[in-house]
């Protein structure tokens, strides 16, 4: 039984809209270029959708469509109120069993080749054909999902301006599959200066800006560690340059359970992480029907009171 009625009556909404807008707005392409990574790519554009319309590519986790990543997270319900284009890169069986994006495949974390490319590709499709501000592309992942977020970000950094990666895998953590379970329990030791020279030998001409970075890991989450939170942190300070002393922690709701910390420069946040304790491997969401509040409660989506789809696009300026 629904002990907060205003909060049963935001879940029966955000299933209701979320079951609307996956029959009229869902729509697939095929044709996006030459897709060496062999993924399926889907698309939700809003109606009214205004010109020079912001991106957001959306990356589900291993045993999730990109349909069920959307209803759960909430991206199709606020690219609807917001008016941004989210394009979902979704994987095929085929490719891999449990539905999984390959982040410790080589070619698949590759500059410019498998499933890293298809989602370059189906980037460079959505700014040809749908009007998309080159400079408002952003990146969300859960999971695997966020790993290869993280290996988007990392191979081509002109491309994305922000990036959330949620119980995610630093880049080049693994190369193979052995190697990939050894890094989601923590288990890959390299030392700092070399986690930051994976991202920076990887395009070691490039001397543009790097994208901005919010991160969201469970703290009891038992199939991702949360060490691994902690170096994609420490791979993006150093890529950014940041000092410790741009450092600000804090609690930031009332169960002290959620501590947020902060780099800073020039007193804007390029990195943000969230550590959350009593999660597991799930998003945090807060069905309802306030702005704050949103997703739906699924297989990996947890009721936290604190939604991080709305979190994520505040920090990528999606929402004022």
Not at 188 to 194: A, F, G, L
Request: proline fraction near 3%.
């Amino acid at each position: 039984m629904c002990l907060k009625i205003q909060k049963c009556f935001g879940i029966i909404l955000l299933f209701i809209s979320s079951q609307l807008i996956g029959q009229n707005h869902w729509v697939e392409i095929s044709n996006f270029g030459s897709n060496k990574g062999n993924l399926k790519m889907l698309s939700y554009k809003p109606k009214n959708a205004k010109s020079q319309i912001p991106l957001v590519v959306a990356l589900h986790g291993c045993g999730q469509t990109a349909e069920e990543f959307a209803i759960q997270s909430g991206w199709n319900t606020l690219a609807n109120s917001k008016e941004f284009i989210v394009i979902y890169p979704e994987q095929k069986v085929e490719n891999n069993m449990n539905n999984c994006f390959n982040w410790f495949s080589q070619v698949d974390f590759s500059k410019n080749d498998g499933e890293s490319h298809s989602i370059k590709e189906m980037i460079q499709y959505s700014v040809n054909n749908f009007d998309v501000d080159t400079t408002k592309i952003y990146i969300v992942g859960l999971s695997a999902g966020g790993a290869m977020a993280n290996i988007i970000m990392a191979n081509y950094p002109n491309l994305i301006n922000s990036g959330a990666i949620l119980s995610g895998i630093p880049f080049k953590a693994a190369n193979n599959l052995q190697s990939g379970f050894a890094a989601m329990q923590g288990n890959i030791e390299k030392t700092s200066e070399t986690w930051v020279s994976l991202i920076k030998e990887n395009n070691p001409k490039y001397k543009g800006t790097y994208p901005k970075i919010i991160i969201f890991q469970g703290k009891d989450d038992p199939f991702v560690n949360s060490k691994n939170a902690d170096i994609i942190e420490l791979q993006w300070k150093g890529i950014h340059k940041l000092k410790n002393d741009s450092k600000v922690v804090r609690k930031i709701n009332k169960n002290n359970d959620i501590t947020e910390i902060i780099y800073n420069q020039k007193n804007n946040p390029v990195i943000v992480k969230y550590e959350i304790n009593n999660l597991g491997h799930a998003m945090a969401i807060d069905p309802g029907v306030e702005e704050y509040q949103g997703g739906s409660i699924g297989k990996f989506a947890v009721d936290k009171n604190f939604h991080s789809t709305y979190w994520t696009a505040k920090f990528f300026e999606l929402i004022e």
